[in-house]
């Protein structure tokens, strides 16, 4: 388990969020397909906090694509390094998932984010934020549609329906299982909105969450309870 301190010069003030943001949303690349389903790893990554302790643990766990076998995983706990803010969760989250995907030692290929990309007030949710700051081919899937619009999709698995502000497509509700309620994908960098929605649905054999989501929320979990009781052990 990697342990983080908060950047130097991490933003501390809404306004000096904002700013980041947009600086950095010009430089999200929407017209890469990104790599094919079913190819090569693809990464999970989430998030678990202790609010009251101020602790946030991030998990990142690469699988193979084509079977969903777990090839390798690594854990990060830090400091919460902004408050709650809607918008802007990404600032609570980044320096922790950036140090788990370091810790893995390899290409974590396509990464998936418990979260928004395009599907985002400003238009740069978290899955586009960790896109461009690692240049790695990102997609937001969230379990619910925030503050946009959709029609209900196709009762079958693989029905899809226009995310939509205004009349502008940000993302795409996907049945993942047939019955159950979707999820909602979106770009978050060098990947098209149809392969992101692919990859999704290879992800999701069995369960409405992909397994890159399922694995990383276990596991991020089980990371943030272990260092909470360590921290309780040391103090007393």
């Known amino acids: 388990m990697t342990t983080v301190r908060m950047p130097a010069g ?8 904002r700013a980041v943001q947009d600086e950095l949303r010009g430089r999200v690349i929407l017209d890469e397909p990104g790599p ?18 101020g602790v946030v643990a991030a998990a990142a766990v690469v699988l193979d694509a084509a079977t969903l076998a777990v090839l390798t995983e690594a854990t ?24 788990a995907l370091g810790a893995l030692g390899r290409d974590p290929g396509v990464v998936v984010c418990d979260g928004y990309g395009l599907a985002h007030p400003r238009r740069f949710g978290l899955a586009s934020h960790l896109g461009v700051l690692t240049g790695l081919p990102t997609i937001g899937v969230a379990k ?9 999709p196709g009762a079958e698995r693989g029905s899809t329906s226009p995310l939509l502000a205004g009349a502008d497509e940000v993302g795409r509700a996907l049945r993942t ?9 979106s770009v978050g960098h060098r990947i098209d909105l149809a392969t992101a929605c692919a990859h999704t649905l290879a992800l999701a054999p069995r369960y409405r969450i992909p397994e890159t989501t399922r694995r990383a929320d276990a596991l991020c979990r089980r990371a ?8 309780a052990r040391h103090r007393d």
């Open 36 to 53: 094919p389903p079913g190819t090569g790893p693809v990464t999970g990554v989430d998030v678990a906090y202790d609010d009251e302790r």
């Open 224 to 231: 943030l309870k272990e260092a909470v009781g360590t921290a």
């Open 76 to 99: 990060a706990v830090g400091e919460v390094s902004f408050p709650y803010v809607p918008g802007l969760l990404a600032f609570r989250e980044i320096p922790t998932v950036l140090a």
């Open 144 to 152: 619910n549609p925030f503050t946009f619009t959709f029609e209900e």
């Open 177 to 185: 299982q047939t019955g159950i309620k979707p999820v909602f994908v």
């Open 10 to 17: 991490w933003p501390a003030t809404e306004e000096e969020a």
